[in-house]
């Protein structure tokens, strides 16, 4: 295998919350740049369906995440792609969120909130008509969540947010010339200041004024 630095990551989407739900269902995938490849850990997970129980505001979802990515360039970051289903007054599963965030770029634990939407229908007879049948709008490629292209001619509503822990190891970046590590970045304060002679740089100056009116 050619040399690389590593990403590893670990954790558990934790729960989710949807005021108006009451139960759903969470897939999880990655997206990636193409200098990047996953060597390790599944490509894309199923939660079990899970209920809200009583007297608690949030859906517990448990779903453990693993994975490990290789790389030469951090460009386009690893990103967990969640999309959230359930069942509607019919009894249909219809999307019930989108939601996307960068793995961490710092070794540790970190907790994510994810803010969870979904795409709206472009008329209201679209709307009540997905309403009956059970065909909300959503997306055919839910990777358009990852990136702006596009975004910005879609309607969407907010639905909720869904909790994720994410553990993070970091192997060999300093190789490649990059440093994450709070601790041992350079701060802007540490680095000396040029020494300015003010007193030969306004003798410089008053000599030149008379030559440029001359």
Known sequence: ????????LSGQIETAQFPSLNNCYCKYSYVY????????????????????????DCIV???PIEATFTSTNP???PQLLLSCYGSDTFGNDVVRGYGAVHIPTVPGRRVRRIAMFVPEASTSVQKFVAWITGKRAEFVDPRIVT????????????QGF?????NVVLKDLKKYG???????IARISEFPLPKFDLKSTLDKVSTLIPCFFS
């Open 1 to 8: 295998m050619k040399s690389a630095f590593v990403l590893l």
């Open 147 to 158: 990136s702006a292209n596009g975004r910005h001619v879609t309607r969407v509503r907010s």
């Open 33 to 56: 740049g193409n200098d990047w490849e996953q060597i390790g850990g599944l490509d894309e997970g199923l939660s079990a369906k899970c209920e809200r129980a009583t007297h608690r």
């Open 61 to 63: 979802i448990g779903l």
């Open 162 to 166: 869904v909790n994720v822990t994410m």
């Open 178 to 184: 990059y440093d994450v590590i709070p601790s041992s």
């Open 75 to 77: 460009f386009r970051w």
